[in-house]
């Protein structure tokens, strides 16, 4: 096993995955795939590959297992702003029975993933390449990542959100002005503290849903 796929198990394990063999790959596959289109395409900032494995990886591995909680069963996740693919990409390594679609509003970005999926084997990824304003369909999950701000995150996709879906958005520290600033059409439902293996920072997500009524 390399140094690598021993930190990636012991980080997930840390979070209370036991990644398969094929999972461990394909997440050891899809960090390289980062590494190596970073060169062309810009997609993140980071061109470490130990700062790809805790600051990517296993920062969206933290949400594996509170998405498990909120969405147990088959569910639609949209990624808004995937970017590179995170969450989205890892979230449909981890779980096969979520269809996971990635939409950003960079055509090279959508590409990217679908090269991921392609890659990968992945049936269950899709990248879409459009504003989620103009988006159509119904998603039980709908995620971001450092994408926007709550307000606008929620504003933006509120017409894409099943009536009993939920949102889950990925923070650094706790967002108490954005949550103070959020529209009648969302509610906060819980602030969940993450402690990612191996990344000193404050994460969380704010889980939201739309008003009973």
């Given amino acids: 096993m390399s140094p690598k796929e021993q930190q990636?198990?012991?980080?997930?394990?840390?979070?209370g995955i036991a990644l398969s063999d094929e999972q461990?790959?394909?997440?050891?596959?899809?960090?390289?795939?980062?590494?190596?289109?970073?060169?062309?395409y810009n997609?993140?900032?980071?061109?470490?590959?130990?700062?790809v494995l805790t600051h990517h990886l296993l920062d969206s591995l933290a949400a594996i297992a509170p998405l498990q909680r909120e969405c147990a069963s088959e569910a639609k996740l949209?990624?808004?702003?995937?970017?590179?693919?995170?969450?989205?990409?890892?979230?449909a390594i981890l779980r096969s029975d979520i269809d996971v679609t990635c939409v950003d509003a960079v055509a090279k970005k959508a590409a990217f993933i679908q090269q991921v999926a392609s890659e990968l084997g992945l049936r269950n990824l899709h990248g879409l390449h459009a504003r989620v304003e103009t988006l159509t369909g119904s998603y039980e999950v709908i995620s971001s990542r450092a994408f926007a701000s709550l307000p606008d995150?929620?504003?933006?996709?509120?017409?894409l959100l099943a009536p009993d879906g939920v949102w889950l958005a990925m923070?650094?520290?706790?967002?108490?002005?954005?949550?103070?600033?959020?529209?009648?059409?969302?509610?906060?439902?819980?602030?969940?503290?993450?402690s990612v293996p191996g990344l000193d920072a404050e994460r969380c997500i704010v889980w939201m849903r739309k008003p009973a009524g």
């Fill in 8 to 15: 990636l198990r012991q980080g997930a394990e840390a979070l």
């Fill in 24 to 40: 461990a790959e394909q997440l050891l596959a899809y960090g390289a795939l980062i590494l190596k289109w970073n060169k062309v």
């Fill in 43 to 51: 997609l993140t900032a980071l061109r470490d590959p130990a700062a």
């Fill in 78 to 91: 949209l990624d808004v702003g995937a970017g590179a693919g995170l969450p989205g990409v890892v979230i």
């Fill in 153 to 159: 995150f929620v504003l933006g996709s509120v017409h």
């Fill in 171 to 194: 923070k650094g520290r706790v967002p108490t002005d954005e949550i103070a600033q959020l529209p009648p059409q969302a509610e906060v439902f819980h602030v969940e503290q993450l």
